[in-house]
């Protein structure tokens, strides 16, 4: 007779949703066999997988050290909007943000403490509740680091990171984080691009300027200024600053005239790759 671990139980768990005493006699029913406990327990219609349910809402959190040389942002995935805006998901997310504070080298997915927690809010719910993405940044050498959390409807939407170097305030922060939750940067230098997204991008504005009866070598010249303009609107330092009001001018600029450097940003959108 093979042995049931705690393990495999935990395992039936996250993918059942069923408490413990009925996943351990699914498996021991089933010689041990997770996959054979769970079709068996389909057969005799156990509602057996909340998680095959699509976790498409969701809620995320960002946090920042005290002394503001690290910063977190964690994503818990649910099936519902009524579900991410509760207590239950956002005291998991400062709970995890936490750890990671406490602990940057941690694997919140290998976390044992969190995934009982996730089970146990997913038993609660009838939902898949999930742990999303995670992000941790450093402030470095002479850096610090802040979050931004763009929050909507009740629930956190949007979670930036930031590492910078040099004279910084609260406000800074708070409108460069605003800035990068609002204007979605792709990256932060042309450089930082990837290169298939740059090649497809100038392979468009190429065959725009032929068809409209341009000859190559023309066309090769007016995809050239086509691609400034898109790294205008999706590079981060050549992006124009959100906030005219405040500096009118690029990202880049405005981070010159407050002698700040960037040198790391963290995007999370609930919804977005």
Do not use: W
Request: charge should be positive; proline fraction near 2%.
């Amino acid at each position: 007779m093979a042995t049931i671990t705690a393990a495999l139980v935990n395992e039936l768990r996250a993918k059942t949703g069923l408490g413990m005493m009925e996943c351990k006699k699914a498996l021991v029913e089933a010689d041990g066999d997770i996959g054979k406990a769970y079709e068996n327990l389909r057969k005799k219609g156990v509602k057996t997988s909340v998680l095959e349910r699509a976790a498409a809402e969701g809620r995320v959190f960002a946090a920042t050290s005290a002394d503001k040389k690290t910063s977190a942002a964690v994503e818990i995935n649910c099936n519902t909007d009524f579900t991410a805006k509760s207590d239950l998901v956002l005291n998991i997310l400062e709970k995890a943000a936490h750890k990671l504070l406490h602990d940057p080298s941690l694997s919140l997915s290998n976390d044992a403490e969190l995934k009982q927690e996730l089970i146990a809010a997913s038993q609660q719910t009838g939902e898949n509740v999930m742990l999303g993405r995670t992000a941790v940044v450093g402030g470095g050498s002479g850096g610090v680091t802040g979050s931004y959390l763009y929050s909507t409807s009740g629930k956190g939407k949007i979670a930036v990171l930031l590492s910078i170097a040099g004279p910084h305030s609260d406000e800074v922060i708070s409108h460069l984080g605003m800035h990068i939750a609002a204007a979605r940067p792709l990256a932060m230098t042309r450089g930082e691009v990837a290169p298939e997204i740059v090649a497809k991008e100038k392979e468009i504005a190429v065959e725009q300027a032929k068809a409209s009866g341009k000859p190559q070598a023309i066309a090769e010249k007016i995809a050239e200024g086509k691609m400034n303009a898109f790294y205008a609107e999706r590079v981060l330092l050549d992006q124009e600053f959100i906030k005219a009001d405040s500096f009118k001018g690029t990202v880049s600029a405005m981070l010159k005239a407050k002698g700040v450097t960037l040198r790391r940003f963290v995007r999370i959108e609930v919804g977005q790759q």
